[in-house]
């Protein structure tokens, strides 16, 4: 009898840790998937104006937060059924349905660097690279809409200004993340 619990325990453990190994190495590739099959985390943006973020996944949840313009870039970090845990650029968690969210691309230039100073600015260029001409000086916190990124620079379009800017300086495309 003790013999069968031991055996049954060493072969449920074994394959907990298989099953978990395998998780990390999925992980550690970057191919998580969420239950929609779609890579995890992966950004999107805010398809209505008004977006209520919940403290759970289903409307039965309390309401969190009110999100209320378009097209604000989130990082969809979980899913569950038809629910999606959104992260915002500064930090803020909660769920949302996933019919609220556009696969439409866009992103913050440096929010981290909101109420640094006056002249800080983030460079959009016309030319994916250092050297090119300036188009614009965005303030960190603009919301841009990004076309494309090549993992270093992404395209992108704000306030009737268009160019590339550093990947590096938007939150909304992931370091070396290229897409078209």
């Known amino acids: 009898m003790r013999s069968t619990f031991f055996t049954s325990f060493l072969a449920a453990s074994i394959g907990i840790l298989t099953c978990l190994s395998g998780t990390d190495d999925a992980i550690a590739q970057g191919v998580a998937k969420g239950a929609s099959g779609l890579p995890l985390p992966r950004f999107v943006s805010l398809k209505s104006r008004k977006v209520n973020i919940r403290i759970g996944p289903s409307t039965d949840y309390a309401v969190s937060w009110m999100y209320m313009k378009s097209g604000t870039p989130m990082e969809i970090i979980q899913e569950y059924d038809n629910w999606r845990r959104v992260r915002d650029a500064e930090g803020t968690e909660g769920w ?20 640094k100073g006056k002249d800080i600015y983030v460079n959009m260029r016309g030319e994916p690279q250092q050297s090119a001409g300036l188009v614009a000086k965005l303030e960190p916190g603009v919301m841009i809409k990004i076309t494309e990124c090549n993992g270093d620079w992404c395209h992108a379009e704000a306030n009737g200004a268009e160019g590339w800017i550093a990947q590096a300086e938007i939150w909304g495309a992931y370091p070396g993340e290229a897409f078209k």
């Open 96 to 115: 949302v349905n996933q019919a609220l969210l556009s696969g439409e691309r866009t992103a913050v230039a440096a929010p981290w660097m909101r109420g």
